[in-house]
Nanobody, 112 residues
Framework: EVQLVESGGGSVQPGGSLRLSCAAS????????MDWVRQTPGKGLEWVST????????SYADSVMGRFTISRDNAKNTLYLQLNSLKTEDTAVYYC?????RGQGTQVTVSS
């Protein structure tokens, strides 16, 4: 059974940083590209970033380009998202995703 467990969210001021983690199990993590997506009540689900199976290729939404960095450790079956220069509009629940499967999410709140 696929399991994805996100962690690392919290409350920060604008300009702050967070590092999100996603622990994956139940599938061969190193064979699959992974995504980060986020959701806010008024905007629905928004794609944030994707990394390929071996971590050599990444892509980002324009809204986070240059501020967020996706990475993975296939030895630890873990996906990461480094969030820097956070803005209030980054407030959302962040999920890691494989296909249509998501974890329970981790809340990121950016507020002064």
């Amino acid at each position: 059974e696929v399991q994805l467990v996100e962690s690392g969210g919290g409350s920060v001021q604008p300009g702050g940083s967070l590092r999100l983690s996603c622990a994956a199990s139940g599938f061969t993590f190193s064979r699959y590209a992974m995504d980060w997506v986020r959701q806010t009540p008024g905007k629905g689900l928004e794609w944030v970033s994707t990394i390929n199976s071996d971590g050599t290729s990444t892509s980002y939404a324009d809204s986070v380009m240059g501020r967020f960095t996706i990475s993975r450790d296939n030895a630890k079956n873990t996906l990461y998202l480094q969030l820097n220069s956070l803005k209030t509009e980054d407030t959302a629940v962040y999920y890691c995703r494989i296909g249509v499967r998501r974890g329970q999410g981790t809340q990121v709140t950016v507020s002064s």
